[in-house]
């Protein structure tokens, strides 16, 4: 995908008001950062010649400020985030500037803590530290937490039938609760704001009214985000060339895997005194050294199962784990040999990448393939890119990444 390359334009809104006009040429740089395991960040650099804007109200606190960016003065929505802090200065530079800080409204929830509560019951008390008990669906517990901000959720159908019990001690945000289960369900989360469309008749540069989006919390499985469609191609050293820069990290020093495996145990005694049953057996090891294989560790766990059901293995390594399910194994020993033999076939999948491109409205939790001769048959591909930032200057509009390889 070639870049348009005409000079690229920025629109700023705050509460749901076109300020472009206001601000004028005195923007000195607008930059987004986003990512599906962050909280997205807008900060913004204005240029306060002689206090022009020192007493403006629209960089207030708590204020709601959007970015639309595009390419020769067609600008598509980009972010929306609320006005946290403010600073002026006036320091040495030529021109004293105001910088203004913005994030998404998730910033709010790691801010607030101890905030659950289950009718019917009273914090439990653990020595001096206090603690609420929340138990049920998953998208009931999210919801429970999501409302107080006015955010709605967007969960993977998945998870609609999993309970859950959870406990918030003393201490801990709301965001460290909902980024724990997502941790645990090797889900992705993230908040971001989906506009409404314009006015009917409204002129260019006129959104509709704030109540027309919403606020959304997507929590997904990391396996769905990385298998879904790509959507664009971006190439290195090639007379159509995207990359302007591009580093890939291949490094593995640890791996960790879980194995819950559903196993025939012949000895097991089932319903009616008859022999053989189903045990589910877990095993947590831990593997270092440049045989990735080189057992350091292992601990194993088993309890009667009812019947059989998908074996769960997870394997982690480079910073980031992947889920595989698969079918009963007979004994751990297969199981075993499952994770080393789907391993060293998929061992790619860890290959890291980061990036910079010149601007181009792309989005964290997308995927994309990176192509070039250059890259081989290991490093081309497809990537889900985790992290993704917009830096806009008079100069001109850059896109950076950081991505992992797709599970496909």
Known sequence: MAADRTAPHARVYVEDRDVTEDLGDWVQSIVWEEGTELTTQLTLIVANHRGRFTDNVIFNPGNEVEVHIGYGGKTNFLGRAEIIRQEVDFGNSDVPTIKVTARDRGWRMMKQQLALTQSGKTP????????????????????????????????????????????????QTDMQIVRALANFYDAVFWIEYRPGTALRGSSPGVRGKSSEGAWYAVFTSVFNVSRQKKKHVFRYYDLVADLTDINFKYEIDT???????????????????????????????????????FRRSRRFNAKIASGPEATKVKIAAAGHSIQVLTKPFKNIEEARTFVKTWFERNKDL???????????????????????????????????????????????????FTARRAIR
């Open 350 to 400: 860890f290959i890291s990448a980061d990036g910079t491109l010149p601007g181009v409205l792309i989005r964290a939790g997308d995927v994309h393939e990176l192509d070039s001769d250059y890259f081989g048959v290991r490093y081309r591909g497809d990537y889900y890119f985790s992290t993704v930032g917009h830096t806009y200057k008079s100069d001109g509009w850059t896109t950076t």
């Open 124 to 171: 439990e008390k653990r020595g001096d530290e206090p603690s609420n008990t929340s138990e049920g669906p998953i998208p009931q517990l999210l919801e429970k937490i999501l409302s107080k901000y006015s955010i709605r959720l967007d969960i993977d159908p998945a998870y609609s039938d999993i309970e859950d019990t959870f406990i918030q001690k003393k201490g």
């Open 255 to 293: 791996m960790v895997s879980e194995i819950q495996a559903y196993v025939w145990d012949p000895q097991a005694v089932g319903p009616e005194g008859r022999r053989g049953g189903w045990r589910i057996i877990s095993e947590e090891s831990t593997e270092k050294g440049e045989d990735p294989f």
